[in-house]
């Protein structure tokens, strides 16, 4: 019952290089979001599928792309790493969009 | 841009204690949430309450809405070490589904 699982937990980039973030839900969820949390900044949505085939950006979408591979699997990427992307990183799924979200652990990048 | 603020931004409180968090927002909602963060971990869903509803309970946790004053506050009684975590809120604007999070209250609970 893993829920929703995020690879790798930490990674440390230096600038310019790229990344890709994985996200798997084992939930049979429709919706999956990717959002970055900031010290004192709470959570801030980078980009969200509603459904299979769909992506639309969030609050910050600068700097990074997303697939939608299957219902599955969200991933996103850092095509040219910067050190203002250094954050956690979180993967959250539902079924509906008026339904609780379940998160993962989390994936700590570091950007030097 | 945050659509709900939590206040305080820290609660430091004895065990046995209740503890009081707020949480104000700017425009019409279909739903709150309150998420719970534990230190390194991902957030944990606590509670849902819908526009039209005014008060839910679960265990030791009550949260009550007020769509007139734009405000929600979540009380957990008879508090434990183990509830030493951060609280999140989350409101999804009507029409919109997409929940945006506030800040977060970090609360301690010394034993």
């Known amino acids: 019952n893993a829920g929703v699982t995020q690879t790798p937990k930490f990674q440390v980039l230096k600038t310019g290089q790229s990344m890709t973030l994985q996200c798997a839900q084992d939930m049979n969820h429709n919706s999956m979001y990717w959002y970055r949390q900031d010290p004192g900044m709470g959570l801030r949505l980078i980009y969200y599928s509603a459904s299979e085939g769909t992506t639309d950006k969030g609050e910050v979408p600068n700097g990074y792309n997303v697939s939608r591979l299957n219902k599955r699997e969200f991933s996103l990427r850092l095509e040219s790493a910067a050190p203002s992307q250094t954050s956690v990183y979180f993967c959250?799924?539902?079924?509906?969009?008026?339904?609780?979200?379940?998160f993962g652990d989390g994936t700590r990048l570091s950007i030097l | 841009s945050q659509q709900g603020e939590e206040d305080p931004q820290a609660l430091s409180i004895q065990e046995g204690e209740n503890a009081t968090m707020n949480c104000s927002y700017k425009t019409s909602i279909n739903n709150l949430q309150w998420y719970r963060q534990n230190s390194g971990r991902g957030l944990v869903h606590l509670i849902l309450i819908r526009s039209n509803e005014r008060e839910k309970h679960s265990g030791r946790l009550r949260v009550t809405l007020d769509t007139s004053k734009k405000s929600s506050s979540l009380l957990i009684t008879a508090s434990r070490a183990a509830d030493t975590a951060s609280y999140f809120c989350?409101?999804?604007?009507?029409?919109?589904?997409?929940?945006?999070f506030g800040r977060g209250t970090s609360l301690i609970v010394h034993p």
């Open positions: 989350a409101t999804d604007a009507s029409g919109s589904y997409i929940p945006t």
């Open positions: 959250a799924s539902t079924s509906a969009g008026n339904q609780p979200q379940h």
